[in-house]
């Protein structure tokens, strides 16, 4: 799929937004000498699960960082409770962390669709494989989180082979996960990994690569 270059300056009021001149060009300042770009568009909604992958490289969150930094987007990430606490407390919110409670009852997806219902405004970053080392399946939790929440699910998808991190068409989830399935995988047809033995097995499927992880066949 070819996509446009995105207009960094067509963003929707809708959008939860954050930053000023100095966090957009840090932003830049990280995307440009890495050579990266952005295309396709964010639709103009309050609440989205916004999905990342393929997740084979510590750099890939980097990319993320100077992506929303450069957009001027605020996007959360679960973080575990415990490190909010005493001085980094300030740091871990203004770097995007929604405070989980990995033991608390109900666990983590029944925390982000309180979030949900809690924030007028809120896109949570998910990262399906859950691991850079070659998964043999992606987690589910992020569909759970869109479908109990009632809120549309975004691919963003890494380019490494042409240096683009790619903004897909929104997916609503219909609450039949296997039935949605084509079409979120369909999402990352865009998909190069910066690291393909670490690539994660729907993705290699999907790609026609081989799957290097445990579990391959020899």
């Given at each position: 799929?070819?996509?446009?270059?995105?207009?960094?300056?067509?963003?929707?009021?809708?959008?939860?937004?954050?930053?000023n001149?100095?966090?957009?060009?840090?932003?830049?300042?990280?995307?440009?000498?890495?050579?990266?770009r952005?295309?396709?568009?964010?639709?103009?909604r309050?609440?989205?699960?916004?999905?990342?992958?393929?997740?084979?490289?510590?750099?890939?969150?980097?990319?993320?960082?100077?992506?929303?930094?450069?957009?001027?987007?605020?996007?959360?990430?679960?973080?575990?409770?415990?490190?909010?606490?005493?001085?980094?407390?300030?740091?871990?919110?203004?770097?995007?962390?929604?405070?989980?409670?990995?033991?608390?009852?109900?666990?983590?997806?029944?925390?982000?669709?309180?979030?949900?219902?809690?924030?007028?405004?809120?896109?949570?970053?998910?990262?399906?494989?859950?691991?850079?080392?070659?998964?043999?399946?992606?987690?589910?939790?992020?569909?759970?989180?869109?479908?109990?929440?009632?809120?549309?699910?975004?691919?963003?998808?890494?380019?490494?082979?042409?240096?683009?991190?790619?903004?897909?068409?929104?997916?609503?989830?219909?609450?039949?996960?296997?039935?949605?399935?084509?079409?979120?995988?369909?999402?990352?047809?865009?998909?190069?990994?910066?690291?393909?033995?670490?690539?994660?097995?729907?993705?290699?499927?999907?790609l026609?690569?081989?799957?290097?992880?445990?579990?391959?066949?020899?």
């Amino acid at each position: 799929m070819e996509l446009p270059a995105m207009d960094h300056d067509s963003l929707g009021g809708a959008i939860p937004r954050r930053g000023n001149r100095f966090t957009r060009g840090l932003g830049r300042l990280i995307l440009g000498p890495l050579g990266w770009r952005m295309v396709g568009a964010i639709p103009d909604r309050a609440k989205m699960v916004v999905i990342g992958a393929p997740h084979t490289s510590n750099l890939d969150a980097l990319v993320a960082l100077g992506t929303a930094l450069s957009l001027q987007v605020r996007i959360k990430v679960m973080v575990k409770a415990s490190v909010f606490r005493g001085p980094f407390d300030r740091l871990f919110r203004w770097l995007g962390g929604l405070p989980i409670e990995r033991a608390a009852a109900g666990g983590m997806v029944d925390q982000c669709i309180h979030a949900f219902g809690a924030h007028n405004q809120l896109l949570l970053g998910i990262a399906p494989e859950g691991t850079r080392s070659a998964p043999a399946q992606w987690k589910r939790g992020y569909y759970h989180v869109a479908s109990g929440a009632g809120v549309p699910i975004l691919p963003v998808v890494l380019d490494y082979e042409r240096r683009r991190v790619c903004f897909m068409p929104l997916i609503e989830p219909s609450g039949d996960y296997e039935k949605d399935w084509p079409a979120i995988i369909g999402s990352f047809d865009t998909a190069f990994p910066r690291h393909p033995e670490r690539l994660s097995a729907p993705l290699c499927e999907h790609l026609g690569w081989p799957y290097r992880g445990r579990g391959a066949p020899p």
